[in-house]
T-cell receptor, first 112, second 119 residues
Framework: GQSLEQPSEVTAVEGAIVQINCTYQTSGFYGLSWYQQHDGGAPTFLSYNALDGLEETGRFSSFLSRSDSYGYLLLQELQMKDSASYFCAVRGSSGSARQLTFGSGTQLTVLP | DGGITQSPKYLFRKEGQNVTLSCEQNLNHDAMYWYRQDPGQGLRLIYYSQIVNDFQKGDIAEGYSVSREKKESFPLTVTSAQKNPTAFYLC??????????????????FGSGTRLTVV
């Protein structure tokens, strides 16, 4: 099966940098994705890592270490609108595991 | 604009009733998915469909049923057999993994969800 672990809550102040970690277990691996969900809304795709290293997209960066089954999402220059839940997700190699499996989410609160 | 439309936004069900949640997309995606989200938990896969007239059970299919008669539509029925149906239901679509044009960095596009409450 597949499982992912991420912290349930993170709090930071506006303008700061925050890192949300994700560790995973999966049979086969086709990359680690990150999604953002504002309260009661639709999750939106943020980033994807298939290879080790850092991918940068504006204020958001995502990192992957396949040997450690670990990744993180880095949010810089935090803004109030970044307050949301962030989910990591993995895709396995067969059956229903080929579909995305999501972590339980990290609730980020940005304080003024 | 292309997207996914879920309706209704809020739905109330009496115990013992079946209810159907609508999901329509105009993104020309072959693959569609239903997820359930409970407070403090992630998204759990109920059913998925990679192509018209075919669908597969996900991790928590018991008490649910689906159909995929059209590419654009993937309705979910919550049956009376689902003992704890109160949750937020999300529909998504994507290019399917078996497609020649599939790339792993393609994300899912989600609808805005239906919040189902048993009364």
């Amino acid at each position: 099966g597949q499982s992912l672990e991420q912290p349930s809550e993170v709090t930071a102040v506006e303008g700061a940098i925050v890192q949300i970690n994700c560790t995973y277990q999966t049979s086969g691996f086709y990359g680690l994705s990150w999604y953002q969900q504002h309260d009661g809304g639709a999750p939106t795709f943020l980033s994807y890592n298939a290879l080790d290293g850092l991918e940068e997209t504006g204020r958001f960066s995502s990192f992957l270490s396949r040997s450690d089954s670990y990744g993180y999402l880095l949010l810089q220059e935090l803004q109030m609108k970044d307050s949301a839940s962030y989910f990591c997700a993995v895709r396995g190699s067969s059956g229903s595991a080929r579909q995305l499996t999501f972590g339980s989410g990290t609730q980020l609160t940005v304080l003024p | 604009d292309g997207g996914i439309t879920q309706s209704p936004k809020y739905l109330f069900r009496k115990e013992g009733q079946n209810v159907t949640l609508s999901c329509e997309q105009n993104l020309n995606h072959d693959a569609m998915y239903w997820y359930r989200q409970d407070p403090g938990q992630g998204l759990r896969l109920i059913y998925y469909s990679q192509i018209v007239n075919d669908f597969q059970k996900g991790d928590i299919a018991e008490g649910y049923s689906v159909s995929r008669e059209k590419k654009e539509s993937f309705p979910l029925t919550v049956t009376s057999a689902q003992k704890n149906p109160t949750a937020f239901y999300l529909c998504a679509s994507s290019i399917p993994v078996h497609s020649p044009s599939f790339l792993p960095n393609y994300g899912y596009t989600f609808g805005s969800g239906t919040r189902l409450t048993v009364v």
